[in-house]
Nanobody
């Protein structure tokens, strides 16, 4: 069982930065593929970035070059550094965890409740 709690959301102006954190409980954090998703009102949930236990990283094209995902296995934390934020980045951001196999198209098993990110123009 893994509990995920996000923090770091807020309201910032376009061009600003935010750093989201996701704290995970449990001793098996190091074995999970960790990801950040976001969902804006009226839109489908979108995978923003993911990082494997070994550090393999994926970014969606919409955030590539602006967002950086990282993890600290010793602290059971995953982070999302978001720079040059745009109004279209406004959404609820949630972290999620998936056990192996990581890339089989299966669903993420554990989800946090999310943190609101609002970007003003």
């Amino acid at each position: 069982q893994v509990a995920l709690v996000e923090s770091g959301g807020g309201l910032v102006q376009a061009g600003g930065s935010l750093r989201l954190s996701c704290a995970a409980s449990g001793r098996t954090f190091v074995t999970y593929l960790m990801a950040w998703f976001r969902q804006a009102p009226g839109k489908e949930r979108e995978l923003v970035a993911r990082i494997s236990p070994g550090g393999t990283i994926y970014y969606s094209d919409t955030v590539k070059g602006r967002f950086t995902i990282s993890r600290d296995n010793a602290k059971n934390q995953v982070y999302l550094q978001m720079n040059n934020l745009k109004p279209e980045d406004t959404a609820v951001y949630s972290c999620a965890a998936k056990s192996a196999p990581y890339y089989d198209g299966g669903s993420y098993r554990y989800w946090g409740k999310g943190t609101q990110v609002t970007i003003s123009s």
